[in-house]
């Protein structure tokens, strides 16, 4: 399919691009402890992002439906599972997500949390990123670093894009 062929050229010319950017988190800003959309102004009380406080508890304020990680993940598992095929594809892309999850702290899925998983692939995808090599330890403390430097939570999240739309469209 041709349409194929050009995501698949737009996605490499994506990690070449940001391949040559190099991360910096400017003086005076704080990541939204809420959303982790957004960068705060130290002087600043609230995200512009979600309204969110930057001292607030971590409940997702003006969040979308949420829904429990356990019974999408079911769904994504069936979402991904080839029909008459066994490969493990499915329970490894069902893995993926849960680790990322894991690591984030996550326990419900809502639109911030799967724009927070969007922002999170473009600096995984980055071999020296802060991010990255924060979730490799963390995977590695857990015996799971194959999922990420495998290829798997960034093959899962592509996965799990059009599953999520299609899933929050049936579902909320």
Not at 77 to 92: F, L, N, R
């Amino acid at each position: 399919r041709p349409d194929e062929s050009v995501k698949g050229e737009l996605y490499l010319y994506k990690d070449n691009f940001l391949e040559t950017i190099k991360e910096e988190i400017p003086m005076g800003y704080k990541l939204c402890p809420i959303c982790q959309l957004n960068m705060i102004e130290d002087d600043k009380e609230q995200c512009n992002v979600c309204g969110g406080e930057a001292q607030a508890s971590y409940s997702l304020p003006k969040a979308s439906a949420t829904i429990d990680l356990h019974y999408l993940l079911k769904s994504f598992y069936a979402y991904c599972k080839t029909p008459g095929i066994d490969s493990g594809k499915a329970q490894s892309y069902v893995n993926a997500i849960q680790y990322l999850c894991d690591f984030l702290g996550v326990h419900q899925i809502n639109e911030q949390i799967v724009a927070k998983f969007k922002s999170l692939e473009i600096e995984i995808s980055r071999s020296n990123n802060a991010t990255r090599i924060k979730l490799l330890n963390f995977l590695e403390r857990r015996r799971q670093s194959s999922y990420l430097t495998g290829g798997f939570i960034r093959a899962a999240l592509r996965y799990f894009y059009p599953f999520w739309e299609e899933y929050k469209n049936k579902n909320i």
